[in-house]
């Protein structure tokens, strides 16, 4: 089994320092209503050609620090959810040698054994305690291969996904010393003017780990399958307008999901699918931090367990929730939020549904994670610590779709061998032999 030694911990400051008109960050509503946990993702490369392990953690030390300048609330401590002291104690950073073949992490069928190139303790947990208080967690990882994987994990409370592969691509035109990008204007800490934060706010329901096992396996679904997919809605229902690639992977999922419950209960059950929405525009690109609402979509009866039917709500969901957001002043989405906030918190207590969750980072550019030393094997994340969520990332591609799924042990050995799931999706196993 693999295991991990921690060969060096230390601090990354912002380089120059933050400036003293910049020290107090607040944070805005929608950060207040986040949770605690972190936002993980990891690249994994093959053995680098023309550089040192040495000079690998030069280039991401000092290109890290220069960039925290620019992202400077990420090196700083949040105070009572209420702001952040961009004090500069910095990110942490870990360099640490793992005793194993790259290969191990990528042929292994489950996505968890990638758990190894992450901080550990770190990415599952739902406080952030006075020990482990650092907003943005970075961990350079080098296997006996000679294959690098590289790590960040950042709060969600300063950052939604978005934020999170915009810092990183960011980070990544840094490290290549790329001039082009002009990074005084490439982010903007002003989530608080579009969600003032306020006293009391709400919080999110607390993420506590599934009583039962839960496992991750990561699926693609390439482009061709995709048009597939979408031809089968549109003959099927042609009212339903250019379906995107995320609505039918979705309707996919969502469906062999539903059958999995069936199989094991053998009856139907209410299925309710979180979404979320991100909501640059309207507020703008540059934006950092959190700037998302949910929406969600339900299937009532079993005739309404059809790609076609889903794909249809869906859309339906979207296009309501852009009507209602588009004239709300700030207050009025902050209301807005709340209202979604209680609706999960409620529904989360009522046992005749069964809960999904979805999130897309596509079209966000975390595939294109090109330090100066080649385009990543794989881009993944952790698995989520709550059973019944997908995450959606582009594939090497740019085309098609890799669908990180997280499950309980029992109903992923039902999922993975669902007819309609293996004739869309293939899992995502690869080898360094």
Known sequence: MASSTILSRKFIKPSPPTPSSHRHYNLSFRDQTANNLYLPIAALYSKPENHTITQISNILENSLSKILFFYYPFGGRIKDNKYVDCNDIGAEYFN???NCQMSEILSNPYNDAIEIVFPQNLAWGNSLSEERSSLLVVQLSHFDCGGVGISICLSHKVADGYSGCKFLSDWVSMARDDHKLNFQLSCQFDGASFFPPIDNPPPMPNVVPDPERCVSRMYNLSSSTLLKLKDIVVSTNPQIQNPSR???????FHKCGVDVSMAKSGVFRRTVLFHVMNLRPPIPFNTIGNATCYFSTRAMSIDKTTLPNYVGELQKAKQQIRYELKDMNTKELALH?????????????DD????????????????????????????????????????????????????????TEADMLLFESNKELLEFASPVVQSLE
């Open 352 to 407: 005749c549904f069964d809960m999904y969750f979805c999130t897309s980072l596509c079209t966000f550019g975390s595939r294109k994670i090109d330090f100066g030393w080649g385009s990543p094997l794989r881009v993944t994340h952790v698995k989520d610590p709550m059973k019944n969520k997908f995450i959606f990332m582009d594939d090497p591609s740019g085309e098609g779709i890799n669908v990180l799924i997280t499950l």
């Open 96 to 98: 640490v040698h793992i």
């Open 246 to 252: 995320i609505e039918v992977a979705t309707a996919l």
């Open 337 to 349: 939020a709340i209202e979604k906030i209680k609706e999960i918190v409620n529904i989360a207590k």
